[in-house]
């Protein structure tokens, strides 16, 4: 009986410890170090171009690893399957005539190629440090040989703190 009593008692304490152990609720890594920089926009066609094109998608900026230059990605959806996009990021805000310019070279962004299902993506490193403040903006515009339409755009929100 005091064995069965012995038993019981060590297979408790067993389970008690078992219950009290808990993970940590965050883990927080290096990878994590850029998270408060990265900007983030969501990306849409202008109204006017309602019921022709209906574009979506997302954009970021943050610091690169070394902290010196900036990548801009890009994720597009719902274009046409095989279209050639060039897109940049530019100073100021989409659709309120404050446009000041692409930020970076214009040689830093890859054309986006849209592939069988609709989607494309790219990633542009910018030799410029990475903003802390300001108004930004992505865009996506129709072709090279189209490049006054713009068929996606959106503003870049900055991090929260």
Known sequence: MSTHRFLTAVAAVLLLSACVHQDPVVQVSTQD?????????????????AGAVQMNGSASMAPSADSVST?????LANA???G????????????????Y???????????????SDGRASAVAA????????????????????????????????????
């Open 33 to 49: 170090a850029t998270l408060n920089t990265r900007w983030h926009a969501n990306l849409a066609s202008p109204a006017s171009l």
């Open 84 to 99: 050639l996009h060039p897109w940049a990021m530019h100073r100021g805000q989409c659709g309120t005539g404050t446009d």
């Open 80 to 82: 046409a399957p095989g």
């Open 71 to 75: 990548d801009i990605t890009l994720d």
């Open 126 to 161: 910018v030799q410029l440090r990475a903003p802390g403040s300001g108004n930004y903006f992505v865009v996506v515009h129709a072709s090279a040989a189209n490049a006054e339409t713009i068929v996606a755009c959106g503003n870049l929100a900055p991090p929260t703190r």
């Open 101 to 115: 310019g692409v930020y970076g070279s214009r040689d830093a962004y890859p054309t986006l190629n849209v592939g």
